[in-house]
């Protein structure tokens, strides 16, 4: 059974990247499982620290960019809009070149809160950064 309010669009999710931080670093959302939302994000000079590797900043905004994405496609849009409180990461591997993918799954949808489970993993496979997003579902304010 799918967790998603509605059919979310990812077209529309990733056309509304122009202008913000998720173009500036090359995030995209690319898949939605029954469960999950999937995205990915280069490792080039946009993400990388002066060391060489993923910069652990450019995790995390990748991390909560798919939460927020994931808590958003979960509620009713005409509603609720979600927007993150709290967010930890754990930075495992470093990475160099090419892509890491991130997945996104909800650990709880509550009325007013959201916490989301994402892990970030190279192009093998093997775990790069696991964190871990409190979301905020707030009312969203009336229009007059």
């Known amino acids: 059974m799918s967790?998603?309010?509605?059919?979310?669009?990812?077209?529309?999710?990733?056309?509304?990247?122009?202008?913000?931080?998720?173009?500036?670093?090359?995030?995209?959302?690319?898949?939605?499982?029954?469960?999950?939302?999937?995205?990915?994000?280069?490792?080039d000079g946009r993400t990388r620290q002066p060391g060489g590797v993923l910069h652990g900043g450019a995790s995390v905004a990748f991390a909560e960019s798919l939460a927020s994405w994931g808590s958003t496609f979960t509620v009713d849009p005409a509603t609720s809009y979600c927007v993150g409180m709290e967010i930890n990461a754990n930075h495992v591997r470093p990475v160099a070149e090419g892509w890491v993918y991130g997945e996104a799954t909800p650990i709880s949808r509550g009325r007013t809160t959201q916490v989301w489970d994402i892990r970030i993993t190279d192009a093998a496979g093997r775990l790069v950064c696991v964190s871990r997003c409190t979301m905020a579902v707030l009312a969203k304010p009336s229009e007059y």
């Open 3 to 43: 967790i998603w309010f509605g059919e979310p669009s990812l077209d529309w999710a990733n056309s509304r990247r122009d202008g913000t931080l998720l173009h500036e670093l090359g995030i995209e959302m690319t898949e939605l499982t029954d469960g999950s939302l999937k995205g990915r994000m280069p490792v």
